[in-house]
Structure formats: structure tokens, C-alpha cells
């Protein structure tokens, strides 16, 4: 391939994975790619997400350099409080952040086109061919308001969401949806719409858990509660609804209730499920579309932006080649498929072994009684916690960006001690309390 012309590169999805691709991309190629951005909703849009963010995802934001805006605009969270009936427990975790989706991708979008990203909303593209060879283009048909068209691209990131209707014409990415599946709720309360028992303490994830789901609260800085659960499909069509669903779990839990009608509800599809690759033909699988499990308490926005960023370094490498053969599409499909087995598949695993402790009251209860006795059970669990968040890229694995984001301070790089120091110390949440 030519490497007269930059890159062409095709990203469908503006999410959290999406746009994080498309900034570190355009931060570390610059001029030597052309990126189209693509994302099928209006904008900005609301986001069905937990909205926190644990450690290992404010590490991520800060390699992109918006780590002191995500500060500025979300709330920190340090801990994590299981509820089960008549029983509850609270584990310390590593700072992070709670924020909503909506505004974390829209900034990300924004320092995106900053760099001379393309972004174009209402506009969900489609693969329809990807040729083994890397010397034809891609096609990915896009539908518009004005119409459809074909962009012809030389490599395209699939960042979609759950599903990844994107790629569906490719069997090799065809994906397996584990059995008993649960999908996912989320929304955002006016303060004040939960009683007080169920209302979830400042700087404190909520964990409330069911038979049939779990539900999770954290407070914003406004005040405002969001929420996201995960479900039991049959289990909530008995209960006629998710938000009657999710005020039983509540009820049960904490014997608190739930404005129903302050409730605006979003779903997902089925949550866990997995994919035998993640890349192939040049197109490249990254965040939800690229398999997911229910996550503990912030792991699913760290998978995504954890995966943005080394995907992203992977492409970029190619783009900055002063010569392409036809073998940088083999190696840059080789090398992600290997990360993310090693580094996301692997964590995501390590979730699933959790799944019992948020499907079972009993089980939950025993673990509550024990933390509650036992110091050292206590400190087992809030290790199991940092474990979780442990960081993707340690002692600065990545390089610091090549390209400006925008910010004003350096303090943001990779680079130097103060982006460590601004890592460990995420400062004290100025939060509004109702």
C-alpha cells in the first residue's frame, strides 16, 4: 500500500470505546490518518452505563489527557456497599469517578473533531465487504437522513455496542450469548425520588442485590442518583416492567422505594456473551462489540477505554510506517486479537467468577455476615476489589500522546511525575447532598 495518502480509517460507534479510539488515534498519527467517525443516534444522547469509572478507567483518561476535565465534571467514588436483605456490608476500593456516559463521550467527540476527526451522527454504518486483501478497500455502507452511501476505508473499528450489528456479515465474528443472560436497565433520579433508606451515600456505590438482578446506585454531583441494573428477562415480564422489577429489589433489600414515575427507563440487549475474535480483514472489534460480561462495580468502561488505547497504538504504528506491505494488516489483526485475550478476555473472566455473589441473596448474606465479623475477610474482598482495577498499561506502558489534545496543562501526559501523582490522588468530591 501506498503510504503517499494517510490511513484511511472508519470507526462506527462514537461511545466511550469509539471516540477514545478515534482521539488517541488522531493524538498519535495526526495528519498520516483520516478518521470518520460514525454513530447512529442523534447528539448528544443519553447512554444506558453505570457511569463509574474505577481506577484503572480514570488511568486510561488520563493517557488521553482528559483525566482533570473527567475530575471536574464527575463525582469521586471509594467504595462499595453490598445490600441483601436485612444485611449490608461496605468494601474500600481505589478512587475513581462517577459520571455520566452522555457527557464523558461528548467531550471525548469534541477533542476528537479538535484533531480533525470526521464526525457524522445519524449516520449507523455497515460493513458489506471486507477482502482478505489488504490492498482493496473496505466498503461500509452508511445510512444517512439525506440517503445512503459507501465510504471506502482501509481499515474500520467496530465499536457499536452490544450486538455489533455493524459487522454482522462476517461469520467469523459471530458471537455466543451465555445462557441465562441477563440485560441491562439504567437511567438517572431526580434527587429526592428515593426514600431515604434506599437514597445511596455520598461517594458510595450501592450494590443491591436479588434473586433475579442487581441494582446499583451513585450519586452524581448534582445530587441526582444514577442507576443501572441487570435483569432477569422472564422474571421482570412477571413483575410487569423493569422499574416495578427494580423497586422490588430495592424493597427487599434496603426496604426503601422508587418514585416510578420519575423514571425514565433504558435497556441494553442480553449482557454476557463472547466472540471467537475480535479482529479479522481489517476490521477490529473494540469495547462492548467486542464481547462483555456483567461487570463488578466500574469494569466495563475500563475494558472499553483500556482497549481504545492499545487498539489505537496498534493502528497508529501502521499509519506511521514509511512503508506498508501487505503484511501490516495481518500483524495489526494478530496483535489485537492477542491483547485483548490476554488483558480484557482474561478480566472479564475473573468478573464472571464473581457473577454468584451478585445472583444470590444467600450467597451474599454469608459474605456480608462475614465481612461484617471477620477483618480479614473485609480486607480479602477489598483486595479482590483493587485487583479488579488493577492498571492496564503499568510504569507508563504507553507513549505519550504525539499530537496536542487540547489541553492547556502538561499535568495530563503520560509522561513525568505529575501525571502519576494526579493518578493517585483524585481530589475530594465536591459533592451537592440532598
Known amino acids: 500500500m501506498s503510504v503517499e495518502r494517510p490511513l484511511r480509517v472508519v470507526v462506527i460507534g462514537a461511545g466511550i470505546a469509539g471516540a477514545a479510539f478515534s482521539l488517541r488515534l488522531a493524538q498519535r498519527a495526526g495528519d498520516r490518518v483520516d478518521i470518520v467517525l460514525l454513530e447512529r443516534s442523534t447528539w448528544p444522547r443519553a447512554k444506558v452505563c453505570g457511569c463509574c469509572l474505577n481506577h484503572a478507567a480514570v488511568e486510561c483518561l488520563d493517557e488521553l489527557g482528559v483525566g482533570e476535565a473527567c475530575r471536574d465534571l464527575g463525582a469521586r467514588v471509594d467504595a462499595v456497599r453490598l445490600l441483601a436483605p436485612r444485611r449490608s456490608a461496605a468494601i474500600q476500593k481505589r478512587p475513581g469517578l462517577a459520571l455520566l456516559r452522555a457527557d464523558m463521550d461528548a467531550m471525548l467527540v469534541e477533542r476528537a473533531r479538535a484533531l480533525g476527526v470526521r464526525f457524522e451522527p445519524q449516520s449507523p454504518g455497515v460493513v458489506t465487504h471486507a477482502p482478505a486483501d489488504p490492498r482493496a478497500p473496505i466498503e461500509v455502507r452508511v445510512r444517512t437522513p439525506g440517503g445512503d452511501r459507501t465510504i471506502e476505508a482501509d481499515l474500520v473499528v467496530a465499536s457499536d455496542g452490544l450486538g455489533a450489528a455493524s459487522v454482522a456479515s462476517m461469520p467469523e465474528f459471530a458471537e455466543t450469548i451465555q445462557r441465562g443472560a441477563r440485560f441491562g436497565v439504567g437511567g438517572v433520579l431526580p434527587a429526592g425520588t428515593l426514600s431515604d433508606t434506599a437514597r445511596p451515600a455520598p461517594g458510595t456505590i450501592h450494590m443491591h442485590v436479588g434473586r433475579h438482578g442487581y441494582v446499583g446506585l451513585v450519586r452524581l454531583r448534582d ?143 454469608v459474605c456480608i455476615d462475614a465481612m461484617n465479623t471477620l477483618p480479614p475477610v473485609r480486607s480479602i474482598a477489598s483486595g479482590i476489589a483493587q485487583r479488579l482495577e488493577r492498571p492496564y498499561f503499568p510504569g507508563s506502558a504507553l507513549m505519550a500522546p504525539a499530537v496536542s489534545t487540547g489541553e492547556s496543562s502538561p499535568r495530563d501526559s503520560v509522561a513525568g511525575a505529575s501525571a502519576k501523582r494526579t493518578r493517585n490522588s483524585l481530589p475530594v468530591n465536591r459533592q451537592v447532598t440532598t
Open 223 to 365: 445530587g441526582s442518583v444514577n442507576l443501572a441494573a441487570a435483569l432477569d428477562p422472564a422474571w421482570t415480564r412477571r413483575h410487569a416492567g423493569p422499574v416495578n422489577a427494580i423497586a422490588e429489589i430495592l424493597r427487599s433489600t434496603s426496604g426503601g422505594d422508587i418514585d416510578l414515575n420519575a423514571f425514565t427507563i433504558r435497556g441494553t440487549p442480553l449482557l454476557t456473551r463472547s466472540r471467537p475474535l475480535v479482529a479479522s480483514r481489517r476490521v477490529l472489534l473494540v469495547g462492548d462489540s467486542a464481547g462483555y460480561v456483567e461487570p463488578f462495580t466500574g469494569e466495563g468502561m475500563a475494558w472499553g477505554l483500556a482497549g481504545a488505547l492499545r487498539s489505537a497504538e496498534l493502528v497508529s504504528a501502521a499509519a506511521l510506517m514509511s512503508h506498508r506491505d501487505e503484511s501490516w494488516a495481518d500483524a495489526t489483526c494478530t496483535a489485537w486479537n492477542h491483547w485483548h485475550r490476554e488483558h480484557i478476555t482474561s478480566r472479564q473472566r475473573a468478573c464472571g467468577r464473581l457473577k454468584p455473589l451478585l445472583r444470590s441473596p444467600a450467597i451474599t448474606r
